[in-house]
């Protein structure tokens, strides 16, 4: 079986503790895409100090507290993302202006009007870059260990700033990943 097979659109990478490169560390990356060409996602917990009313006036307003711009990842920063959770009853295919990942979460095209959006969605977060994988490149690194593979839930795309997300995901996943909730960040203070 692959390392990857699990990997599929709405599920997390979640760095495991030895994964160290300073883009990656802690960080738990929701999957919009993942076929034989690569895999394409978004970081879910590094929020920005930019403001999304300083670079998306029209959007600032509507996404979900902190209304920063959340750094997606290394790729192309200088693209913006959009993901939003849909409100109970509402179907992506129905909604012009955004298009599904899995289940009530879609990305959001930020050239749409927001305000013919924001009452059908539960909320919204804005990412500047993404993460992405090369053909067999995600692969390789979960099979060295780097990432793991989990089921993920539609208000992780929402999780306010001051919650551990990386801690919180884990602990969800029952033994013995759970334990590895409790990891310090910085080991020599342990």
Known sequence: MRPDADVEPGSLLVAAPSLLDTNFRRTVVYVIDHRGEGTLGVV????????????LPG????????????IGGPVDQKTALCLAALRTGEDSE??????????????????????????????????AGYAGWG??????EIERGDWFVVPGLPDDVLTPSGVD???????RQGMPLALLATHPVDVRRN
């Open 165 to 171: 997300l990386w801690a919180r995901v884990l602990r």
């Open 44 to 55: 879910l917990n590094r929020p920005s100090e930019v403001a999304v009313h300083d670079v």
């Open 135 to 140: 053909e067999e490149q995600l692969a390789g």
């Open 94 to 127: 129905q909604l012009a202006g955004v298009v599904g990942v899995r289940g009530p979460v879609a990305l959001v095209d930020l050239d749409a009007d927001p305000d013919e959006l924001v009452t059908r969605v539960r909320g919204m977060r804005v990412f």
């Open 59 to 70: 959007w600032g307003p509507h996404v979900t507290r902190p209304q920063a711009v959340y």
